[in-house]
Each structure stands twice: as C-alpha cells, then as structure tokens.
C-alpha cells in the first residue's frame, strides 16, 4: 500500500508573499478527503505543488511515495487533475479535447467519455467557446475521470455546476471510492464535500490548522437556527438549552447559534406550534471560529 | 491529429496557419510580378537617383536584375519582415501565450514532460515555416516565366524559399525559447523585435561603417541573405547555422522552462 499524497513541513514562497507556511498532509488510500479553506488559503498552490507545476520552497510534497518533478510523467499518468480554473482553446469541440487528453493519457475508450458526457448531460458536439460555464466544468470533470486514475486531485470541482449536476458529479465521487480510487478534493464551502467526503482538513494561512473525520466536524459545526412560531415563546425555555448561544426571542421568533446535536432544541420547540423552520448551512468562517475558541487550543494540528 | 501536443498544436491553428500560408505567398508573388514595371531605362534611372545610402539601409542592391529583384523585395525586406511577425504570433503563443491564459496547466498535469512540449511544439513551427517555404517557391516557379524572372531557375528560387523558411524557423525558435523561459508574451514580442530591427540594419548598414562589418556576419539577415542563395543556390553552410542557432534556442529556453514554475 503507498500513501497517495504526502506533504511535510512544505512552504512555498512568491517573493515576500508567503504562499504556503509549512503545511502537512497526508491522505489515505481509497479515502475521500475534503481540502477545505477560504480563498487565497493555499489550496491551489499546494495542489500545483503536488503536479510539479510549481516547486516548493522547502519541506517535501510526495504523490505514491515519489517527488512530483522525478516522479514526472510516469507519476501523472495515475492521477486525474481538475484544475480551478479549467481553461481550453475555445474553438475545438468537447469531443476533440477528450480525445486528445486521452491519447496523452494513453487512450481512453470513446465510449466511457460518452458515458460520463451523458451522466452530466454534457453536449460533446458543441464548441467549448459556445459552453455556459457549468458546461465547460463538466468537460473538465469528465477529463478527470475519464481515465480511471488511482488519485484524483479536484481543485473546486463543483464551482459553476448546477444543484443537479452537482449531485451527479457527487455520484461521480462516490463510485470513484467504491473502486478504491483516492479523492482529494479542495472546497471553500463545507456542503460542498460533506456529503462525499471521509476526511476534512482545514487550511488557513497556507498551513493545515485541523485534520478531522467529517462527523465529528459536523458536530461541531455551528449553525444559524431561526424557528418561527405560532404565538410568542418564553425566552427561558430556550436560553439554558446545550449547545445554543445568543438566543434571541423577537415576538413569535426565536434565533439563535446552534452547535452540535439539534436534538434538545428541537423537542424543546415542539412544545410550541412551529410555523417555519430555518437552519442555515454552517459556513466555514463559523467553523473557524468553533475551531478557535479556547478549548480547542489543544486539538489543532 | 489529435494523437499527440505536436498535432494537436497544427490541427488547432490550422485556420490561421493557413490564412499566414496563402498571405505571405500572396504578397511574394505580387512583388515578383512587378519586376517587369521596374525592369526598363526609367525605372532603372529613377532608382539610380537615390541616394546609395539609402537604397544600402533598406537592402536594395542590383535591384535591376531579376535575382537582384527578388532578393532585394520578395526575399530581402517582405519576406523576411513576414516571417518575423508569423514567427512571433505561433512561437509567442507555444508556451507564453498558454501559460497567459491559463492553459499550459492541464497539459503539463498530464503525462507529458515540460520537455516534450517544447519539443513538440517547435516541430509545429518548424512543419508551419517549411509550408510556408515550399508554397512560396511554388508560387514563385509559377510566376517567374511571365514576370521575366526565369534567369534566376528553379533551384535557385527554391534555395532561397528554404532558407528563409530557416530564417523563419530561427525567430520562431527565439519567440518560444523566450516564452518558455519567460512565460511571458510581450517579452517574447520585445525580444523579436529588438533581434528583427537590429539585424536588418546590421546586417545592411554593418558593412559600409568602420569596425561594425562583423555585425553582417551575426545578423540572421546576413546568414540568410549573405551568400545570395538566388545566384549561388542552397548554402549549406549558412542553412546549418540557422538550423543550429534554432536548437540552441529551444534547447535555452527549454532548460529554464524545466526549472521555473508555471504561472497561474
């Protein structure tokens, strides 16, 4: 067995921009494993790293056990890469760019680009200039798969693809797993990989501040609730409950921060008569600032 | 086509390949055709009116006789100016112009070296610079008997179509070996420029100032042009150094391309 990527210490500087500050990784086989971290954060540059598009300024990044620059393209052949920003000549059509990846990659049989094509209900005769945004993303998800690689490397794989699709390319995931394919997959939003993902590492400031198995990260996710009910309810009912904090009551609706289990709140409410209920997505800034507080100090990596 | 970069790289710009290919074949042959309006004692009087100093800047020699014709116009100034540009458009947009936009990082994330793509990429060029040269020369051939060009023979046009598609190959090899070091387009186009303007002036003002004859001798113009490949056909050695300052082009561009990182 060879761990499908490993990172030590890596850093990479861009002048006096720091790009990554020593940063570690490491991602089992066969798991799925969510790169998660705002923007600007360091997820593209340590991808770029891992495909030796860029060379890191010190500390070691390695794909199967191998340095990505001597493992050169023997090393690539095994990995499938969708850039962030999937950008091809716009005058060939679908078909012809798939066809020519696959030939660099050594052949891909037509009819499994059809398949997936298919499965995102991507059009492979119309020129990629004349594609929607969405459109020319499936092409480069299917340029990811298409080959069955051992390691798929997803920088933002979802951005510009509609909830429909975006479930598909979940499916997509999910079988690659099935198979014993590795996914490392980046995000700067948590519903984007919860579904799918095994793992979740958190990047901030170019370094990996947390590793944490997906469940217990939605634990501890801290999410917006806000219970519209049918009359007006005590404030006390609600502000000594576990896991909430800045409860607010404002005439029949209740909001507050809800951390973990949504049990308590919840049969707690029921003792009322609930018009709506609205629990917003965690985002990642929320889960930063979970991370953050006081007794966490201890758990970050 | 679609099989490999180096394919893939021609079937792309096959349109724009072919609309360079029929323009700079269109313009050398319509100088040709004009040799017999110049070819007569008012013409030859007018010209000789010039100061000689400037028809030297501007390369004209012997600019009555048919290989002195079409070496001072089709192959001296035109062709040559052509290329140069052909040759900053596809060599600027081999490595520099995929890299601007964002492209390079796909391909260089499949199993294919840095190296390979250089490699492949200047053999575009290289097939894109010889179909230019063997339609010009074709073009010519075919207009040489009516435009009163004749003398000059079929060799000989074909001599010089191939070392100005060499001449081509050597900007085109400095436009991608300058990108690919660079990454940048308008380094590549400075560059080109600066190489093109110098070496033309070199090469035809070099020799009528003190000290500054050797400037003929390194300008690519003066390779090229230097042994008169319309009168004396196909120099060989003159070609090779052409062919050989293009590798070493490629080959210093590609080094540093290996070793620097892709820009986003």
């Given at each position: 067995m060879t761990i499908p990527i490993k990172a030590e210490a890596l850093t990479k500087s861009y002048g006096r921009r720091r790009g990554l500050t020593g940063l570690d990784l490491d991602v089992h086989e066969g798991e799925v494993y969510g790169f998660l971290g705002p923007n600007g954060a360091g997820k593209t540059t340590t991808?770029?790293?891992?495909?030796?598009?860029?060379?890191?300024?010190?500390?070691?990044?390695?794909?199967?056990?191998?340095?990505?620059?001597?493992?050169?393209?023997?090393?690539?052949?095994?990995?499938?890469?969708?850039?962030?920003?999937?950008?091809?000549?716009?005058?060939?059509?679908?078909?012809?760019?798939?066809?020519?990846?696959?030939?660099?990659?050594?052949?891909?049989?037509?009819?499994?680009?059809?398949?997936?094509?298919?499965?995102?209900?991507?059009?492979?005769?119309?020129?990629?200039?004349?594609?929607?945004?969405?459109?020319?993303?499936?092409?480069?998800?299917?340029?990811?798969?298409?080959?069955?690689?051992?390691?798929?490397?997803?920088?933002?794989?979802?951005?510009?693809?509609?909830?429909?699709?975006?479930?598909?390319?979940?499916?997509?995931?999910?079988?690659?797993?099935?198979?014993?394919?590795?996914?490392?997959?980046?995000?700067?939003?948590?519903?984007?990989?919860?579904?799918?993902?095994?793992?979740?590492?958190?990047?901030?400031g170019g370094t990996v501040v947390a590793v944490e198995a997906i469940d217990s990260l939605r634990e501890r996710a801290v999410r917006r609730?806000?219970?519209?009910?049918?009359?007006?309810?005590?404030?006390?009912?609600?502000?000594?409950?576990a896991g909430l904090e800045d409860v607010a009551v404002d005439g029949n609706v209740l909001r507050c921060r809800l951390t973990g289990r949504a049990d308590d709140l919840v049969k707690a409410a029921a003792g009322f008569g609930v018009t709506t209920l609205k629990v917003e997505e965690p985002d990642l800034e929320e889960l930063f600032f979970a991370y953050y507080r006081g007794d966490e100090v201890g758990h970050v990596a | 086509m679609l099989r490999s970069v180096f394919g893939k790289t021609l079937w792309d710009q096959r349109r724009s390949l072919l609309a360079w290919l029929v323009g700079i074949t269109a313009i050398g042959v319509f100088y040709a055709a004009f040799y017999p309006v110049i070819n007569n004692a008012e013409m030859r009087a007018a010209i000789e009116a010039y100061p000689e100093g400037f028809l030297d800047?501007?390369?004209?020699?012997?600019?009555?006789?048919?290989?002195?014709?079409?070496?001072?116009?089709?192959?001296?100034?035109?062709?040559?100016?052509?290329?140069?540009?052909?040759?900053?458009?596809?060599?600027?947009?081999?490595?520099?112009?995929?890299?601007?936009?964002?492209?390079?990082?796909?391909?260089?994330?499949?199993?294919?070296?840095?190296?390979?793509?250089?490699?492949?990429?200047?053999?575009?060029?290289?097939?894109?610079?010889?179909?230019?040269?063997?339609?010009?020369?074709?073009?010519?051939?075919?207009?040489?008997?009516?435009?009163?060009?004749?003398?000059?023979?079929?060799?000989?046009?074909?001599?010089?179509?191939?070392q100005l598609a060499l001449f081509g190959t050597l900007f085109g090899a400095l436009a991608l070996g300058v990108g690919a070091a660079t990454g940048r387009r308008s380094a590549v186009y400075a560059t080109v420029a600066i190489v093109g303007v110098a070496g033309f002036f070199g090469n035809n003002l070099g020799p009528s100032i003190e000290g500054l004859g050797w400037l003929a001798d390194v300008s690519p113009f003066g390779i090229y042009l230097g042994?008169?490949?319309?009168k004396n056909g196909l120099q060989i050695v003159d070609s090779a150094a052409l062919a050989v300052v293009s590798l070493v082009l490629v080959a210093a561009g590609g080094f540093v391309f290996n070793r620097r990182d892709v820009a986003v």
């Amino acid at each position: 067995m060879t761990i499908p990527i490993k990172a030590e210490a890596l850093t990479k500087s861009y002048g006096r921009r720091r790009g990554l500050t020593g940063l570690d990784l490491d991602v089992h086989e066969g798991e799925v494993y969510g790169f998660l971290g705002p923007n600007g954060a360091g997820k593209t540059t340590t991808i770029r790293i891992l495909l030796d598009l860029i060379r890191p300024t010190s500390g070691r990044a390695q794909l199967f056990e191998q340095a990505p620059r001597s493992g050169g393209p023997a090393l690539r052949r095994r990995v499938g890469y969708l850039p962030g920003d999937f950008t091809v000549l716009g005058g060939q059509t679908g078909r012809e760019l798939l066809i020519h990846l696959g030939h660099l990659r050594g052949g891909v049989p037509p009819a499994r680009i059809d398949a997936l094509a298919d499965r995102l209900d991507l059009d492979l005769s119309t020129r990629i200039g004349k594609l929607s945004k969405g459109n020319r993303q499936k092409v480069g998800v299917v340029q990811a798969f298409m080959h069955e690689p051992e390691l798929l490397i997803l920088d933002e794989p979802t951005s510009g693809l509609d909830p429909i699709i975006q479930q598909r390319f979940l499916e997509l995931v999910a079988e690659a797993r099935t198979a014993r394919q590795t996914v490392f997959m980046s995000s700067h939003v948590l519903s984007e990989v919860q579904q799918s993902a095994d793992r979740v590492g958190i990047i901030r400031g170019g370094t990996v501040v947390a590793v944490e198995a997906i469940d217990s990260l939605r634990e501890r996710a801290v999410r917006r609730v806000e219970i519209q009910f049918d009359e007006p309810v005590p404030l006390e009912t609600f502000s000594g409950l576990a896991g909430l904090e800045d409860v607010a009551v404002d005439g029949n609706v209740l909001r507050c921060r809800l951390t973990g289990r949504a049990d308590d709140l919840v049969k707690a409410a029921a003792g009322f008569g609930v018009t709506t209920l609205k629990v917003e997505e965690p985002d990642l800034e929320e889960l930063f600032f979970a991370y953050y507080r006081g007794d966490e100090v201890g758990h970050v990596a | 086509m679609l099989r490999s970069v180096f394919g893939k790289t021609l079937w792309d710009q096959r349109r724009s390949l072919l609309a360079w290919l029929v323009g700079i074949t269109a313009i050398g042959v319509f100088y040709a055709a004009f040799y017999p309006v110049i070819n007569n004692a008012e013409m030859r009087a007018a010209i000789e009116a010039y100061p000689e100093g400037f028809l030297d800047a501007i390369g004209f020699t012997d600019v009555t006789s048919p290989a002195g014709y079409l070496g001072s116009t089709t192959f001296g100034l035109l062709g040559p100016a052509l290329m140069i540009v052909f040759a900053a458009a596809i060599g600027g947009s081999a490595i520099a112009g995929d890299e601007e936009s964002g492209r390079l990082d796909l391909l260089l994330a499949h199993p294919v070296s840095r190296w390979s793509v250089v490699v492949q990429r200047f053999a575009a060029i290289v097939v894109a610079m010889a179909a230019v040269g063997l339609v010009l020369a074709l073009g010519l051939v075919v207009i040489s008997g009516p435009a009163d060009l004749g003398s000059i023979g079929t060799a000989s046009l074909f001599a010089a179509s191939i070392q100005l598609a060499l001449f081509g190959t050597l900007f085109g090899a400095l436009a991608l070996g300058v990108g690919a070091a660079t990454g940048r387009r308008s380094a590549v186009y400075a560059t080109v420029a600066i190489v093109g303007v110098a070496g033309f002036f070199g090469n035809n003002l070099g020799p009528s100032i003190e000290g500054l004859g050797w400037l003929a001798d390194v300008s690519p113009f003066g390779i090229y042009l230097g042994g008169e490949p319309l009168k004396n056909g196909l120099q060989i050695v003159d070609s090779a150094a052409l062919a050989v300052v293009s590798l070493v082009l490629v080959a210093a561009g590609g080094f540093v391309f290996n070793r620097r990182d892709v820009a986003v």
